[in-house]
């Protein structure tokens, strides 16, 4: 079975609340973190977290697949996702972004990237990650790779026409929850006020990088400065990138760190 086709009657053994089914996919080792609060091991830990969730925390109504990719041992899905808060009945809507990893036909390692308050909290409730999977580059060389990194090396040089000429005329930029950015100025304002005002990213450590034939996902972890103190940050982040015509169309942060919440 391929990997997306695991990552489907995973979903759909979930919501029809077939939770042997669901533990038959997953290894008595499989690793799992949902943003910031919680990291768990084993088949049994991630089916009861998510039955009590699902039923005491969050009821989701929709997970409208935005992106879904796959390579022999890996799938990954972007979602907008919609639901209702039980606490309190408010509606509640977010981007969120999964990475599922594969052994022999079961998952063994699903790490989920929500852009909510609900799952990003200011202190962490979890320690650092026991077992962080760096892939390396997967997937054929693409022209994206020299897109971004033109594109990097504009803003480094404070080269602005040079970033933009990087940019498609209908370019999107979305960071964390925050509205769409779309044009090349509005993208560059969005992300140059990011660094000025919220996070200035000082370093990333690239773990998996996967490039398809129009795409591109990042898995990293980035260390910042917070604006407001000084403070030095480390989160993990997910990157989506979409190119068309040899510039880039649409940029994607997820990243796991309250400071970047709107």
Known sequence: MAPLDIVRKMQQASFAGDWDGFRSLFRDDTYYRVGNIVQLIGARAVADWLQKMLTTEVQFTN???RGAWQTDDVAI???NMYGTRLRDKKPLTYPCIDIYRFADGQFRDWRVYPITAEFIKPISGIAADPA???????GAPVAGMSIINAFQS?????DWNAAKAALADNVILRIADH??????QPFLDALLNVFAHRLQPTAAEFLSVWQFQDAMVVELSVS???AADGKRVTYPCVETYRFTNNRLREYRI???TADLLS
């Open 179 to 184: 509205p769409e950015a779309v044009g090349p």
């Open 154 to 158: 504009a803003l480094a040089k404070q």
């Open 63 to 65: 997970m409208e697949a």
């Open 77 to 79: 899905m972007e979602f």
């Open 132 to 138: 962080p999977r760096k892939d390396g580059v997967n």
């Open 254 to 256: 997820y990243p796991i």
């Open 224 to 226: 910042a400065m917070r």
